[in-house]
T-cell receptor, first 112, second 116 residues
Framework: DAKTTQPTSMDCAEGRAANLPCNHS???????VYWYRQIHSQGPQYIIH???NNETNEMASLIITEDRKSSTLILPHATLRDTAVYYC?????????????FGEGTQLTVNP | NAGVTQTPKFQVLKTGQSMTLQCAQD?????MSWYRQDPGMGLRLIHY???????DQGEVPNGYNVSRSTTEDFPLRLLSAAPSQTSVYFC???????????????FGPGTRLTVL
């Protein structure tokens, strides 16, 4: 699975959009970009994933650059409850097992 | 659906004791995994299973055993607890077969284990 690079921490004002970047310059053609988050002391929560097209769901939007070497997770109207560690993961859609390799992620703090 | 459940939520063991962390899911997912998370670190895969009767090792399997006799349950056994196994343990499940575009993992709330 390709390695990802994320900033260690970010701040965002409540009600504003939070844009979390991720670099994955060694991504392969069959690898997807997944985003999970972990709110303090809870289990990780799936947010969104995509291959090359931009994706949107009820939680967030995922913007993937045309060369697929980086992506941005967008929380359109951040709330205090969005304070969490956000993990960007790149992997093939299916491997022999259900492994996800979590790095250190980005600590997003939403401020009132 | 209850999703993925884990018991106990907290556990304290003495070095050398054995115990089983329980994990169950009611979503009929084929794939299940165990991760551990140490302070300030990401999750590391311990063991995983792609279906009843099938298990395999992850990144950090030493000191742990698993079995998968049913689709619903995937217990993790600590054979002889050591202080290095103090961690938060998460169980996860994933539906199969994989959908086009991949599947998300569903995580349990975790078990916080301290080994003295």
């Amino acid at each position: 699975d390709a390695k990802t690079t994320q900033p260690t921490s970010m701040d965002c004002a409540e009600g504003r959009a939070a844009n979390l970047p991720c670099n994955h310059s060694t991504i392969s053609g069959n690898e997807y970009v997944y985003w999970y988050r972990q709110i303090h002391s809870q289990g990780p929560q799936y947010i969104i994933h995509g291959l090359k097209n931009n994706e949107t769901n009820e939680m967030a939007s995922l913007i993937i650059t045309e060369d697929r070497k980086s992506s941005t997770l967008i929380l359109p109207h951040a709330t205090l409850r969005d304070t969490a560690v956000y993990y960007c993961i790149v992997r093939v859609a299916y491997t022999s097992g259900s492994r996800l390799t979590f790095g250190e992620g980005t600590q997003l703090t939403v401020n009132p | 659906n209850a999703g993925v459940t884990q018991t106990p939520k907290f556990q304290v063991l003495k070095t050398g004791q054995s115990m089983t962390l329980q994990c169950a899911q009611d979503m009929n997912h084929e794939y299940m995994s165990w991760y551990r998370q140490d302070p300030g670190m990401g999750l590391r895969l311990i063991h995983y299973s792609v279906g009843a009767g099938i298990t395999d090792q992850g990144e950090v399997p030493n000191g742990y055993n698993v079995s998968r006799s049913t689709t619903e349950d995937f217990p993790l056994r600590l054979l002889s607890a050591a202080p290095s196994q103090t961690s938060v343990y998460f169980c996860a499940s994933t539906p199969a077969p994989p959908r086009v575009g991949g599947n998300e993992q569903f995580f349990g709330p975790g078990t916080r284990l301290t080994v003295l």
